[in-house]
């Protein structure tokens, strides 16, 4: 099995999405990243790049995303020798557009979704909201994609050996997923998603985020995945830690496994 980190773009903007109590006029750069994993029953993805549309379907918060031609995803499974045809399962930690961007582009892929994630945001698409994902939504019924929904009432499923889906419930976004993978060399990581914007998140004392739907949600992730991470000796890999990020291996320079 090897594990591989994609580099897909930066957010430029308020710290105060990730830190709520941070100073308002501090600006943070958030690393957008995704994970290629090589395994025993094909290639899975966790999370699907940011799409370059995003700037023109969410203005207000994607107004500083950017992205060099070799972050797209599909640029970095190729460099890979992967076609996306290859791809037969994604994890989506949830449905933000910096997360979920590209997931039509894999013709094959089953797509795990937190379920009360997909239907907030069908729900949204269907009354004409505005809120993160929406656009997106349009995109994806055009392309049919084949979701598969975690249900709130499964705290875990193992999709492959070694390899198993955490469900962390509402907090940042409606529903959220995590990814834990137990590597028979670098051991267990876990990745997070924007579950843990970043280490400052973790405290102690935990920070909340200014972007979120759930404070206590929020609180009980954190608590609960730090907990996990501390039990396993899991390595925790934030969502959008750019100094965590900067030490990681990515797919350019070698993998994990
Ligand atoms: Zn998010």
Redesign the pocket.
């Known amino acids: 099995m090897k594990l591989y980190v994609l580099e897909n773009g930066k957010l430029v903007g308020p710290k105060i999405n990730s830190i709520a109590d941070a100073d308002p006029a501090e600006i943070q750069t958030a690393p957008i990243w995704s994970v290629l994993i090589e395994h025993s029953g094909g290639y899975l993805l966790l999370d699907a790049g940011c799409h370059t549309d995003a700037d023109r379907q969410h203005p207000m918060i994607y107004r500083d995303f950017s992205m060099a031609p070799e972050d797209h995803i599909l640029r970095r499974i190729e460099a890979l020798g992967v076609a996306p045809e290859e791809v037969g399962t994604i994890v989506l930690s949830?449905l933000?557009s910096?997360?979920s961007g590209y997931i039509e582009l894999f013709p094959n892929a089953a797509v795990y979704v937190h379920a009360d994630e997909l239907r907030q945001r069908l729900g949204e698409y269907e009354r004409g909201e505005a809120a993160?994902g929406v656009r997106d939504m349009a995109y994806w019924l055009e392309h049919d994609i084949k979701w598969e929904p975690i249900a709130a009432d499964e705290p875990e499923r193992e999709i492959f050996p070694r390899i198993t889906i955490l469900n962390f419930g509402a907090g940042?976004?409606h529903g959220m997923l995590g990814l834990l993978v137990d590597l028979p060399g670098a051991g267990k990581i876990l990745c997070a998603?924007?579950a843990v914007y970043n280490r400052e998140n973790v405290g102690p004392p935990i920070r909340l985020a200014g972007?979120m739907v759930s404070a206590d949600g929020f609180v009980m992730t954190i608590e609960r995945i730090s907990a996990l991470a501390d039990k396993l000796g899991a390595q925790l890999w934030y969502?959008h830690d750019e100094e965590q990020f900067s030490s990681l291996i990515k797919s350019t320079e070698g993998y994990y496994s």
């Open positions: 949830h933000h910096d997360h993160v940042h976004s998603g924007d972007n969502g």
